[in-house]
């Protein structure tokens, strides 16, 4: 029996809380039994783990990526009123 270190148990964790991989992958990709990963989870889950920068930026280009839609969609809006308003003009 392999004995991981926090550091990896941590690592561990955090991948498998942030990744979109299911748990499964994760575990045989890390070379530990799927329960191990789990057991894992359920003990630091309640911790504050650090985020990386990777989850920052992931964060980050969700926020511009929704705020990006909506201006999309504002400007859309204001084109059609624009023309709307350029068709009614004697």
Do not use: C, Y
């Not at 561990?12 to 191990?36: E, Y």
């Amino acid at each position: 029996m392999i004995k991981h270190g926090e550091e990896f148990q941590r690592e561990a964790v955090r991948i498998a809380l942030t990744s979109s991989l299911p748990r499964k992958r994760v575990a045989a990709d890390l070379g530990i039994g799927l329960s191990t990963l789990t057991r894992w989870v359920s003990l630091h889950r309640r911790e504050d783990l650090p985020t990386s920068p990777d989850t920052d930026l992931a964060r980050e280009n969700e926020q511009l990526r929704r705020e990006n839609r909506i201006l999309k969609e504002e400007r859309d809006i204001l084109k059609k009123a624009t023309q709307f308003f350029a068709s009614q003009k004697p």
